[in-house]
């Protein structure tokens, strides 16, 4: 989350703590995203004038996935969120140099870095997450084509 916060100024909704005044002055998360609100709402503080900060010892509890059907329900979801906020991005923000992740080359990076994680120890651990990675790539592919060609994105 602290790269979030620092590199891009986007707190997930989830780890995110705000005072009152902040949601009366910038308003709330916009109902019409399925996801990516969090990214939204984030530049819109950010155009207000009002800095996020990452508090490092701020704990989170946050249930887990535990199938590859949460996983890919979630990259669905995200993927939408993601079409939602592309056009936002070249009207409303464009200094934020903000690219959605789309591409192959996120996948094998994320793929990259998470081969050194402490997680990871076995060859199956590793092959097993680039082999999910894949899956979900492929997810991202046709909803994003899922959307292009007229659909709506979805919570589910």
């Known amino acids: 989350q602290r790269v979030y916060v620092e590199r891009y100024g986007l707190a997930a909704t989830a780890n995110l703590f705000a005072h009152r005044w902040v949601f009366d002055r910038i308003g709330a998360f916009d109902a019409a995203f399925k996801s990516c609100g969090d990214c939204e709402w984030s530049f819109r503080l950010e ?53 959605v992740p789309k591409t192959f080359g996120h996948s094998f990076n994320r793929i990259r870095r998470s081969l050194s994680h402490p997680r990871l120890t076995s060859l199956r651990n590793k092959l097993g997450f680039a082999f999910v990675e894949m899956i979900l790539y492929g997810v991202n592919v046709t909803e994003t084509w899922r959307l292009r060609l007229g659909g709506r994105p979805s919570r589910s």
């Open 47 to 99: 155009a207000a004038g009002i800095a996020l900060m990452y508090a490092n010892d701020a704990r989170i509890c946050h249930p887990t996935r535990s199938s590859l059907g949460d996983f890919v329900r979630r990259r669905r979801r995200i993927t939408g969120g993601f079409h939602q906020l592309e056009p936002l991005l070249d009207s409303k923000y464009p200094h934020k140099n903000f690219e």
